[in-house]
């Protein structure tokens, strides 16, 4: 069970995108389509912001979308707004019924 | 509305042991799989364990295995997480959190609680 490899910070610029990555193994992330991804404000509980690879849930604005290719997910965050800013963290079911997250990234709007 | 309310955190010493619970309202308990997740003071999310639906098949991560125990009463629409043997490493906010489809687990969470706090020390 090990965590997936996500990037410690990413930023940019109001209106601009960002790209978050989230790096696992074929028993992970390669090997199925439950990547999901999570914002996270500080002293907040976690929000789903992307379901099943690329599926948002009802109320996620459309500025997010999530992609898989191989071992690797994206987020990306387009029109960058000042309430982006938050921690940011993949997941993915894993073999034998496992949940694995990534180490999680902060997302900073400059 | 879907609500998840965890309770039982505390401060316990280490070796000691502690049951947190996760009462739920909003919909309908018994139909959905149910996780505990954690989070040390600032650092990253971490699955805890996993409960199916009806109880019948539950997951732990490896960190807790063999220590901690998840349950679930339909009944009550009650979740628990039964911790033994804690240590300082335990030390966290341990969230409750609802899988997005009925019946076994998906994996996504779609629903969280808003935490209690364990701290594990001497």
């Known amino acids: 069970q090990s965590a997936l490899t996500q990037p410690p910070s990413a930023s940019g610029s109001p209106g601009q995108s960002v790209t978050i990555s989230c790096t696992g193994t074929?028993?992970?992330?390669?090997?199925?389509?439950?990547v999901s991804w999570y914002q996270q404000h500080p002293g907040k509980a976690p929000k789903l912001m992307i379901y099943e690879v690329s599926k948002r849930p009802s109320g996620v604005p459309d500025r997010f979308s999530g992609s898989k290719s191989g071992n690797t997910a994206s987020l990306t965050v387009s029109g960058l707004q000042a309430e982006d800013e938050a921690d940011y963290y993949c997941?993915?079911?894993?073999?034998?019924?496992?949940?694995?997250f990534g180490g999680g990234t902060k997302l900073t709007v400059l | 509305q879907v609500q998840l309310v965890e309770s039982g955190g505390g401060v316990v010493q280490p070796g000691r042991s502690l049951r947190l619970s996760c009462a739920a309202s909003g919909f309908t308990f018994s139909s959905y799989a149910m996780y505990w997740v954690r989070q040390a003071p600032g650092k990253g999310l971490e699955w805890v364990a996993v409960?199916?639906?009806?109880?019948?098949?539950?997951y732990y991560g490896d960190s807790v295995k063999g220590r901690f125990t998840i349950s679930r009463d339909n009944s009550k629409n009650k979740l628990y997480l039964q911790m033994n043997s804690l240590r300082t490493e335990d030390t966290a906010v341990y969230y409750c959190?609802?899988?997005?489809?009925?019946?076994?687990?998906?994996?996504?969470?779609?629903?969280w609680g808003q935490g209690t706090l364990v701290t594990v020390s001497s």
């Open positions: 997941s993915s079911y894993a073999a034998n019924n496992n949940v694995v």
């Open positions: 074929s028993s992970d992330v390669g090997g199925y389509n439950y």
């Open positions: 409960i199916s639906y009806d109880g019948s098949n539950k």
């Open positions: 959190a609802r899988d997005r489809k009925t019946g076994y687990s998906s994996s996504c969470l779609e629903y």
